[in-house]
């Protein structure tokens, strides 16, 4: 049972342009969640999305950033004309309905986005 | 504001000792504490807490939750260099889909 998929794992972009995340979730998992990691600093929750729906984008900066997880496909964080700052780790993770089930959240092994 | 602080920010020990992490929060609808190791990819889990007074153990590592003073320790004993990695603590809350993380405690064990 495959863990949560990020791609790609490395992505270098220059001032400017668009970054395109990718994070497929475990098999069974309909909620999505992205957290950012800056350098030395610990993860801050950016947005938590169900199946075509935003749930919680509060943790989202209001310009340049989007995030989407279509009814097919693996969610998408977006980064439109990105700057130095942007450079971080982005981490997704998933879980079922948390309900009652506390579940923890799992990681994946992130995608270390670098603006040059 | 929710808030979740960590200390020391920084540890650094020899092989064999044992080390305690320190966790400590404010927040408005507390639901469990988690601790992560995170080494050069993701965090991965280590334990969930919602009880006072309740040790979980794994191995070396332990940790406890005091939902009276609002802290948590991650206890490892008799330390070794794989041990070395950050630490993270979070609390999830209640009501929200979101974990609130500590900055981590950087841990380095020398040989």
């Known amino acids: 049972n495959a863990g949560v998929m990020q791609n790609p794992r490395h992505l270098v972009r220059r001032r400017g342009q668009e970054a395109r995340l990718r994070c497929s979730p475990m098999k069974g998992h309909s909620h999505v969640y992205w957290y950012r990691q800056l350098p030395e600093e610990g993860l801050k929750f950016m947005v938590y999305l169900q199946k075509e729906n935003i749930i919680d984008e509060s943790g989202m900066p209001k310009e340049r950033f989007s995030a989407e997880f279509p009814k097919e496909g693996p969610s998408i964080l977006r980064i439109q004309q990105v700057v130095r700052g942007d450079s971080a780790a982005y981490f997704c993770?998933?879980?079922?309905?948390?309900?009652?089930?506390?579940?923890?959240?799992?990681f994946g092994n992130g995608t270390r986005l670098t603006v040059t | 504001e929710d808030k979740v602080v960590q200390s020391p920010l920084s540890l650094v020990v020899h092989e064999g000792d044992t080390v305690t992490l320190n966790c400590s929060y404010e927040v408005t609808n507390f639901r469990s504490l988690l601790w992560y190791k995170q080494e050069k990819k993701a965090p991965t889990f280590l334990f969930m807490l919602t009880s006072s007074g309740i040790e979980k153990k794994s191995g070396r590592l332990s940790s406890i939750l005091d939902k009276k003073e609002l802290f948590s320790i991650l206890n490892i004993t008799a330390t070794q260099t794989g041990d070395s990695a950050i630490y993270l603590c979070?609390?999830?809350?209640?009501?929200?889909?979101?974990?609130?993380f500590g900055q981590g405690t950087r841990l380095t064990i020398n040989p």
């Open positions: 979070a609390v999830d809350l209640r009501g929200a889909q979101k974990l609130v």
């Open positions: 993770a998933s879980s079922p309905p948390r309900g009652a089930n506390n579940s923890p959240l799992h």
